[in-house]
């Protein structure tokens, strides 16, 4: 019995020392944060640890396998990739088909079991002037991922004109959300902004596909 209980808890200060080579202490939540940028995507079982993220027009997920107490949070800016506009393996989680399959991929890796697994989903907002509508079309595609999947949606807070600031604790499947005045968030729609100018600006073939084959 000896042994077995000095292995575990090597292997467990392993994961803690791994765990916590990022993030900073949140003394209001009393917990370890993770943030989850965008094109990122975390997994954490830990009971003390949360993912946090803030949204405008983005998506992000909240996967979770229950029995495990094993979930994670992905961050993702538009459903697909415009046609013709190709920026590699690592820009591609930017995009929601390749952000969903990859923290799927990423718990049943783990362990976890498709058929276990529940989703909460959050953002899509109006937040930024645009005549195409983002955070509708990302919300859209989501719910239809999730449909098309079979998974179990369990959550859902997305639309309405303001960006979200949302804490996730994997392990209990806890989220906390709360709402953002624009102002309160510069830099993240400056950087929606000019990521939609800089796709405005390069060579694409058509319009933004939802669903493709």
């Given at each position: ?131 195409n509508p983002i955070g509708k079309h990302n919300a ?55 990521f939609m100018s800089d796709l405005k600006t390069k ?11």
């Amino acid at each position: 019995m000896k042994p077995a209980a000095n292995h575990h808890g090597h292997r467990g200060a392993h994961n803690h020392q791994e765990e916590r080579s990022e993030g900073y202490y949140h003394p209001g939540f009393s917990a370890h944060a993770v943030k989850v940028l965008l094109g990122e995507h975390k997994i954490s079982q830990r009971p003390d640890e949360m993912l946090v993220t803030t949204l405008g027009s983005c998506i992000a997920a909240c996967i979770r396998d229950p029995i495990l107490q094993l979930g994670g949070m992905n961050h993702f800016l538009l459903p697909q990739a415009p046609r013709g506009h190709d920026e590699g393996a690592a820009a591609a989680a930017r995009y929601g088909g390749v952000a969903m399959e990859r923290l799927i991929n990423e718990i049943l890796r783990r362990g976890g079991r498709r058929d276990r697994l529940e989703v909460k989903v959050f953002g899509g907002a109006k937040v930024i002037a645009c005549s195409n509508p983002i955070g509708k079309h990302n919300a859209e595609f989501v719910l239809e991922f999730i449909r098309a999947e079979g998974l179990t949606l369990v959550g859902q807070d997305l639309g309405g004109m303001l960006a979200r600031r949302v804490h996730y604790f994997p392990n209990t499947g806890r989220v906390m959300r709360r709402l953002l005045r624009k102002e309160a968030v510069p830099d993240m729609i400056q950087s929606e902004m000019r990521f939609m100018s800089d796709l405005k600006t390069k060579p694409v073939e058509g319009d933004i596909e939802l669903f493709g084959d």
